[in-house]
Nanobody, 119 residues
Framework: QVQLVESGGGLVQPGGSLTLSCAAS????????MRWYRQAPGKQRELVAS???????DYADSVKGRFSISRDNAKNTVTLQMNSLKAEDTAVYYC?????????????WGQGTQVTVSS
């Protein structure tokens, strides 16, 4: 089994910054891609940022230039640095990983962490 645990959410004022972290643990052989999604109330879950194990990051247009995704492949962690936060960034943020264990390949989700941008 594989577990993803997020941390770093909270309340921040518009224009502020937050850093989200996600740590994967368990029977991990390789993590192909790690992503951050978010879901605001009443809206569908949307992809925020994606980073393959040996590739370039990709971002939703709404966060380009403000958010930055990074990985530590040795530690199986992914980080989302969020700057210049706006009210519309308010959502539950979920970590995603496409993982190969010693026996199979599957996708995994974290439990989600709330980010609230408000004055």
């Amino acid at each position: 089994q594989v577990q993803l645990v997020e941390s770093g959410g909270g309340l921040v004022q518009p224009g502020g910054s937050l850093t989200l972290s996600c740590a994967a643990s368990g029977d991990i052989f390789k993590i192909y891609v790690m992503r951050w999604y978010r879901q605001a109330p009443g809206k569908q879950r949307e992809l925020v940022a994606s980073l393959p194990s040996n590739g370039s990051p990709d971002y939703a247009d709404s966060v380009k230039g403000r958010f930055s995704i990074s990985r530590d492949n040795a530690k199986n962690t992914v980080t989302l640095q969020m700057n210049s936060l706006k009210a519309e960034d308010t959502a539950v943020y979920y970590c995603y990983a496409h993982v190969t264990t010693t026996t199979f390949t599957d996708i995994y989700w974290g439990q989600g962490t709330q980010v609230t941008v408000s004055s």
